[in-house]
């Protein structure tokens, strides 16, 4: 069930930590997010390092569907009410800046970068729409409305913005991380003010960044209760139609498309990790009914942390945790956000100022409605009286029998059969399998 990009791209190779270390700043985790910081960093002339518990590019970033948008979704309407408008408009450009940046980097890389039009669709009706595009207007952005998509269902409409991006990811962050001091099969075991005790060595750093998808640390911050982890599916489906761009429904159980070298990616199927959904059984029966002719060529699934607010979390890992940073919670637009975050943590690291900082504050409000879902479900798992249970915080297990893992409703974790764990924040299998 490898992803396309894994099967296209050959990323460099880095050795491990074999000694105690002294760094300025400690990057943890060689996803896209990390590896950007480490890039920006090292373009600042920073000392750092950065450590990754596998190889990079071998967690979220290699299953990706790859798009590079500001269209997050409705989301404008939604930030505009509940932050208002120069905050919507901080989202809006910070992740327009980041767009941006790629296109520019994206020029000496050969990783495949197309514009695209970007596409949100609704089957429900055109309020929601036309609520989003009032909220576009006030934010001055020249969104588009279409009535009609090339997609093989009726739709009530669509948003479009134009000459946003896709891309190959892995063949971009194998460019990027050529020359960056990177230490790959080191694994975290634990932090403490100015240290990290690894698989390695300890490493000696005043400053750290945690990119390591679910935030390491469960005593500050939050994040346990903060956030919570979505699956989702996806068939790459050959000689199935060009869409001609990249489109995704407003509603978050809908479809997404787009094109990739003569290939779709149909995406869906998705759930609450340790819930159920329609998985990749969802897309089958949707390629079957309407593309017909088509031939699967690849499948993968994908995990992402969502936040309370829609808003990734980046910056001051909390108010108690001096020169300690975090970039989390990327809510399935990691690749675009990726680029943000290392922008914004670069400028914190070096004191500089940066104009987005409030929006993605990890310290702003937690009075969401999404707080008490995801209380509710961590009581209930807790009170589950079955194993296995969780090593992260005891929550009770649920077996998924698509990807025949074990997988925690609470927070995301994930286990294979044999109790290997496939997906953090747990730091070890599990016990008593």
Known sequence: ??????????????????????????IVGGGMAGLLCAYKLAQAGVDYALVEAGSIGGGITKNTTAKLTSQHGLIYGKLTREFGVERAKMYLSANQAALEEYRTLCQDIDCHFEEKDSFVYSMDGRKKLEQELTALERLGFAAGFVEKIPLPFPVAGAIKFERQAQFHPLKFLAAVAKGLRIFEHTKVLEIAPGQAMTSGGTISAKTMILATHFPLLNKHGGYFLKLYQHRSYVLALDNAPDVHGMYVDENEKGLSFRNYNGLLFLGGGSHRTGKRGGGWQELERF???????AKETARWATQDCMTLDGVPYIGPYSRRTHGLYVAAGFNKWGMTTSMAAAGLLTDLVLERENPYEAVFSPSRTVLRPQLAANGLEAALSLLTPTAPRCPHMGCALKYNAAEHSWDCPCHGSRFGEDGSLLDNPATDGKKGM
């Open 287 to 293: 390629s079957q009914r309407h593309y017909p002719d």
């Open 1 to 26: 069930m490898d992803s396309v990009w894994s099967q296209t791209a050959q990323l460099p190779q880095f050795e491990p930590l074999r000694a105690d270390l002294r760094t300025d700043v400690l």
